[in-house]
């Protein structure tokens, strides 16, 4: 077992939220498409652009993420969201059209993401002596 393995984890994601403007705009764009039967839209308070999908994270690597991603930052941009998707599980989505400004912060927040990497390492002082990694954080 990790230390890791026992701490308290959180399902997260690095995402754009919009104002209020921009929410009214894709509920109408919601009501407007017409979706499958399956297809699930995203409710108004939960709308957003995914820009990475981290999954489970434990309060140490959550840590980090913070420390790395509270030095980026960005004016603000526009997205055109006209792509309508229906995803795997149902969920409605909208794409964004290709945008230098996103794709800029996308690459910017990955490189970031490599800079959360880190071990947590037992230094041992009584044989057998050495490291020993317990285990990974990171992107």
């Given at each position: 077992m990790t230390v890791a393995g026992r701490l308290p984890h959180r399902r997260l994601f690095i995402g754009l939220l919009?104002?209020?403007?921009?929410?009214e705009a894709l509920?109408?764009?919601?009501r407007q498409w017409r979706w499958p039967r399956s297809a699930r839209p995203t409710r108004p308070e939960s709308l957003h652009l995914t820009l990475y999908f981290l999954g489970e994270v434990d309060v140490i690597r959550?840590?980090?993420?913070?420390?790395?991603?509270?030095a980026e930052r960005t004016v603000p941009f526009d997205i055109v969201l006209r792509t309508p998707q229906c995803w795997s599980g149902g969920i409605a989505v909208l794409r964004p059209d290709a945008n230098a400004m996103l794709d800029n912060l996308h690459a910017?927040?990955?490189?970031?993401l490599v800079d959360?990497?880190?071990?947590?390492v037992w230094s041992r002082t009584a044989p057998p002596t050495g490291y020993e990694v317990l285990d990974r954080f990171g992107a």
């Open positions: 919009p104002d209020a403007d921009a929410r509920v109408e764009l919601q959550e840590r980090a993420l913070y420390d790395v991603l509270a910017r927040i990955a490189a970031r959360a990497d880190f071990v947590l």
